[in-house]
């Protein structure tokens, strides 16, 4: 499963907004995307459309909302921006952000190197992936 | 396909259809039967405890959402069905429950005796049992101090294992086959019998005497399919639907024309036993990822405010979920993850006619459930008498869905019920989990108000039945695997009946 660019670089924006420990570490983010990546691929493609549709007006209501590109964004701002539109009326925009928000934790708290920061052991079974 | 006509074919290999399975097939039953399962076949030695690769054991990782985006249901899409990712909670259905479907419904065959004989060899062949008091995690013994520092009645809850390791990873498959689930018990039992099981195999549509079916391929690290990947059309006597709630009715509906069946109740009637997983920090380390999740319960505010508690405990990124929040806030609380005591809040819904499965204009799954008002009321109360347990058992924060602030401290207990309110609690924010849809397709005396028969055949069809959760006229109030398989049990006591006939 392939993406633009964009997807990807506006993604990893929302994802800093949500956890901070991405920000400027691109070691951490690149982990983070191949195990969003991963997700994504196990989702029906009418939930994965819905998702880059989402990433798209997010990007696209920065110009209304802060009359700049959602990538000139300042963390500050960007974080401004996000809960806002967390707190919108309109469900599709807050309810996706929220389905966002979930998989973005998945992704991240399923980084081994993660687990330490949190006191989490991991799996007992050592195996591969599937 | 060499063979493509059965006497029976169940769709769905989960507690319904594996257990439907599992009767039918019998010593001297001679019945040749086939499992259509829509999930991969993965067994114990495929699942691996790591949250990224085992949410691919859920249909849509974990979380088919609502329309209105207010409840996230996670259901399995594997052989074994929600067998697979249960944690073997084992509740017989309350009296009071089979009172109602009973006289409401004329499930008269219900009685106390046939429950109780079906139950007990049941839960003999699944080695239900309570877990020595002495095995409790940390989790378990918090949840029974604060309760009784509260006096607050605690039961003890019984579970399907045997030889448990007490790994922690219940709901990301078992890697040891100690749970006693359908995959572990029925699966191999009625594969030994011969009894044919297709994977990886969606069910688009049924007709009298045949099912419509397409292959997908294996994903990888799971069994390979034994047939040709693309469509196929399988023809049996009789038609088991056991693709649990959020398929059997979609499979109904999107089958009507061909079917010449047209009744309004199908898909309705959903109930989900809405859920929400909270957790407070206690003072020490406490581990709570190891050890058996679940050991005691609540019901005593089951009839006075609609709701259960259970213990539970949850892997990193559904912790990092179920906690409000994000940003520094939230990294913060998760630095806290070993210091986590947990609480289940299951809510009683009722059946509602505007609650149903649905289907798009392509026939997928569409889940229509409204929260209601009751159950809005019973999430606050339960929110709250989970706050005071979590404090009495000793936590220091509480990180509350529906309350004005994160966290909330010990000193907020004598004014819970401004900080935990119905005015903070935002779905769209916060949504509710279920981990048990029922209904869709529920049983009852007349088509004006039910989808099927007693018996469990689909009213206006000649050999269509249906064997999951969704013959349930209303929810069953507990963890519903139990009352799956005792209708399970009946609907294969009267297949069997009419193959002999």
Redesign the interface.
């Given at each position: 499963m392939s993406f633009s660019k964009a997807f990807k670089r506006n993604t990893l924006l929302v994802a800093g907004v949500i956890v901070p420990d991405l920000r400027d570490n691109e070691a951490l983010s690149e982990a983070f995307w191949e195990n969003f990546v991963k997700l994504l691929s196990g989702l029906p493609p009418e939930s994965v459309g819905k998702l880059q549709l989402l990433i798209k007006v997010v990007s696209l209501l920065s110009w209304i909302y802060n009359l700049k590109p959602f990538t000139a964004l300042n963390a500050r701002v960007r974080q401004m921006y996000i809960d806002r539109l967390f707190s919108l009326p309109v469900s599709k925009i807050a309810g996706g952000l929220t389905g966002l928000r979930s998989l973005i934790f998945i992704s991240f708290y399923g980084i081994p190197t993660v687990w330490e920061s949190i006191n989490y052991e991991g799996p007992i079974v050592n195996r591969t992936g599937s | 396909m060499r063979d493509t006509s059965y006497d029976i074919i169940i769709v769905g290999s989960g507690v319904g259809g594996g257990t439907v399975a599992d009767y039918l097939s019998r010593a001297g039953s001679g019945l040749r039967i086939a499992i259509i399962e829509s999930g991969p076949f993965?067994k114990k030695e495929?699942?691996?405890?790591?949250?990224?690769?085992?949410?691919?054991l859920y249909y849509?990782?974990g979380?088919v959402?609502s329309e209105?985006?207010?409840i996230?249901v996670a259901a399995a899409n594997t052989v074994g069905g929600s067998s697979a990712v249960y944690t073997g909670v084992s509740f017989r259905p309350p009296e009071s429950v089979l009172n109602r479907w009973r006289r409401e419904f004329g499930m008269e065959f219900l009685t106390a005796e046939y429950v109780n004989r079906s139950l007990d060899e049941i839960e003999e062949d699944l080695n239900v049992h309570e877990l020595p008091e002495r095995e409790d995690n940390e989790n378990n013994r918090l949840f029974r101090k604060g309760a009784d520092a509260l006096g607050i009645p605690v039961k003890r809850l019984k579970i399907n294992t045997k030889g448990c390791l007490k790994?922690g990873?219940c709901n990301l498959g078992c890697?040891s086959g100690a749970k006693q689930g359908t995959l572990e018990v029925q699966i191999p039992r009625v594969l030994k019998r011969g009894v044919t099981l297709i994977y990886n195999a969606v069910v688009r549509t049924v007709e009298e005497n045949a099912v419509n079916l397409v292959v997908r391929k294996a994903?990888?690290?799971?069994i390979p399919n034994e047939i040709e990947e693309g469509g196929h059309r399988l023809y049996a006597r009789y038609i088991i639907l056991a693709a649990g709630t959020l398929n059997t009715p979609a499979i109904l509906l999107r089958s009507a024309k061909k079917l010449h069946v047209s009744n309004p109740n199908t898909g309705r009637y959903l109930t989900l036993h809405p859920a929400f997983n909270i957790n407070g920090i206690y003072t020490k380390?406490i581990?709570n990822?190891r050890g058996f999740p679940k050991t005691w319960y609540i019901d005593a505010f089951s009839d006075s405010d609609g709701f259960y508690l259970e213990t539970s405990f949850y892997?990193?990124?559904?912790?990092?979920?179920n906690n409000p929040g994000?940003?520094?806030m939230?990294?913060d609380i998760?630095?806290c993850?070993?210091k986590m005591m947990s609480i289940l809040i299951l809510i009683h819904d009722e059946a509602e006619y505007g609650n149903r499965i649905a289907t798009d204009r392509r026939g997928?799954t569409v889940i229509d459930y409204t929260v209601s008002d009751s159950v809005r009321k019973s999430m606050i109360r339960a929110l709250q008498e989970s706050t005071k347990i979590l404090f009495a058992a000793g936590c220091e924060k509480a990180l509350i869905p529906g309350s004005d602030k994160t966290p909330v401290l010990p000193e907020d207990v004598p004014d819970i019920h401004l900080h935990i309110a119905e005015q903070y609690l935002n779905l769209?924010?916060?949504?509710l989990s279920s981990a048990h849809p029922q209904g869709g397709a529920r049983m009852g005396t007349t088509p004006k108000h039910a989808v099927t028969d007693i018996s469990g055949k689909v009213f206006g069809t000649q050999s269509i039945y249906v064997s999951d959760a969704s013959l349930f006229p209303g929810s069953v109030k507990v963890n519903p695997y139990e009352t799956v398989m005792l209708l399970a049990k009946w609907v294969a006591e009267n297949v069997l009946e009419a193959c002999l006939h």
């Amino acid at each position: 499963m392939s993406f633009s660019k964009a997807f990807k670089r506006n993604t990893l924006l929302v994802a800093g907004v949500i956890v901070p420990d991405l920000r400027d570490n691109e070691a951490l983010s690149e982990a983070f995307w191949e195990n969003f990546v991963k997700l994504l691929s196990g989702l029906p493609p009418e939930s994965v459309g819905k998702l880059q549709l989402l990433i798209k007006v997010v990007s696209l209501l920065s110009w209304i909302y802060n009359l700049k590109p959602f990538t000139a964004l300042n963390a500050r701002v960007r974080q401004m921006y996000i809960d806002r539109l967390f707190s919108l009326p309109v469900s599709k925009i807050a309810g996706g952000l929220t389905g966002l928000r979930s998989l973005i934790f998945i992704s991240f708290y399923g980084i081994p190197t993660v687990w330490e920061s949190i006191n989490y052991e991991g799996p007992i079974v050592n195996r591969t992936g599937s | 396909m060499r063979d493509t006509s059965y006497d029976i074919i169940i769709v769905g290999s989960g507690v319904g259809g594996g257990t439907v399975a599992d009767y039918l097939s019998r010593a001297g039953s001679g019945l040749r039967i086939a499992i259509i399962e829509s999930g991969p076949f993965r067994k114990k030695e495929h699942f691996n405890q790591r949250e990224i690769d085992m949410t691919a054991l859920y249909y849509n990782r974990g979380a088919v959402l609502s329309e209105n985006m207010e409840i996230g249901v996670a259901a399995a899409n594997t052989v074994g069905g929600s067998s697979a990712v249960y944690t073997g909670v084992s509740f017989r259905p309350p009296e009071s429950v089979l009172n109602r479907w009973r006289r409401e419904f004329g499930m008269e065959f219900l009685t106390a005796e046939y429950v109780n004989r079906s139950l007990d060899e049941i839960e003999e062949d699944l080695n239900v049992h309570e877990l020595p008091e002495r095995e409790d995690n940390e989790n378990n013994r918090l949840f029974r101090k604060g309760a009784d520092a509260l006096g607050i009645p605690v039961k003890r809850l019984k579970i399907n294992t045997k030889g448990c390791l007490k790994q922690g990873f219940c709901n990301l498959g078992c890697t040891s086959g100690a749970k006693q689930g359908t995959l572990e018990v029925q699966i191999p039992r009625v594969l030994k019998r011969g009894v044919t099981l297709i994977y990886n195999a969606v069910v688009r549509t049924v007709e009298e005497n045949a099912v419509n079916l397409v292959v997908r391929k294996a994903p990888e690290n799971t069994i390979p399919n034994e047939i040709e990947e693309g469509g196929h059309r399988l023809y049996a006597r009789y038609i088991i639907l056991a693709a649990g709630t959020l398929n059997t009715p979609a499979i109904l509906l999107r089958s009507a024309k061909k079917l010449h069946v047209s009744n309004p109740n199908t898909g309705r009637y959903l109930t989900l036993h809405p859920a929400f997983n909270i957790n407070g920090i206690y003072t020490k380390t406490i581990t709570n990822y190891r050890g058996f999740p679940k050991t005691w319960y609540i019901d005593a505010f089951s009839d006075s405010d609609g709701f259960y508690l259970e213990t539970s405990f949850y892997f990193p990124g559904v912790t990092a979920k179920n906690n409000p929040g994000y940003g520094s806030m939230h990294r913060d609380i998760m630095r806290c993850y070993s210091k986590m005591m947990s609480i289940l809040i299951l809510i009683h819904d009722e059946a509602e006619y505007g609650n149903r499965i649905a289907t798009d204009r392509r026939g997928n799954t569409v889940i229509d459930y409204t929260v209601s008002d009751s159950v809005r009321k019973s999430m606050i109360r339960a929110l709250q008498e989970s706050t005071k347990i979590l404090f009495a058992a000793g936590c220091e924060k509480a990180l509350i869905p529906g309350s004005d602030k994160t966290p909330v401290l010990p000193e907020d207990v004598p004014d819970i019920h401004l900080h935990i309110a119905e005015q903070y609690l935002n779905l769209t924010r916060t949504p509710l989990s279920s981990a048990h849809p029922q209904g869709g397709a529920r049983m009852g005396t007349t088509p004006k108000h039910a989808v099927t028969d007693i018996s469990g055949k689909v009213f206006g069809t000649q050999s269509i039945y249906v064997s999951d959760a969704s013959l349930f006229p209303g929810s069953v109030k507990v963890n519903p695997y139990e009352t799956v398989m005792l209708l399970a049990k009946w609907v294969a006591e009267n297949v069997l009946e009419a193959c002999l006939h």
